[in-house]
């Protein structure tokens, strides 16, 4: 089975900074793209930044220049480095894998792992 477990978290203040991180069960060489996303009450679920299998990044446009993900292969873990941290920026952050299985593209997702930023 595929599992992501995510790690970090937590209450921080405005401008701080926190970092939060996912270890994939799966090689990251047979993943079509690995990041994170997240979730406010009563919104969307948004793009935070992901890795694609070609290895480029791509950001969520509230979050550029603030946030900055990063891999270890060998470990098939992310970490997001969230700095300048804003109220707005509360939410649950999920880690997304998409794998290709069976002809399909599948998603999978972690339980989540809460970050809140206090004014």
């Known amino acids: 089975q595929v599992t992501l477990v995510e790690s970090g978290g937590g209450l921080v203040q405005a401008g701080g900074s926190l970092r939060v991180s996912c270890q994939v069960s799966?090689?990251?060489?047979?993943?079509?793209?690995v990041g994170w996303y997240r979730q406010a009450p009563g919104v969307q679920r948004e793009l935070v930044a992901t890795f694609t299998n070609t290895g480029n990044t791509n950001y969520g446009e509230s979050v550029k220049g603030r946030f900055t993900i990063s891999r270890d292969d060998a470990k098939n873990t992310i970490h997001l480095q969230m700095n300048s941290l804003e109220p707005e920026d509360t939410a649950v952050y999920y880690c997304?894998?998409?794998?290709?299985?069976?002809?399909?593209?599948?998603?999978?997702w972690g339980r989540g792992t809460q970050v809140t930023v206090s004014s």
């Open positions: 997304n894998v998409n794998i290709r299985l069976g002809g399909h593209n599948v998603d999978f």
């Open positions: 799966e090689d990251f060489g047979s993943v079509n793209a």
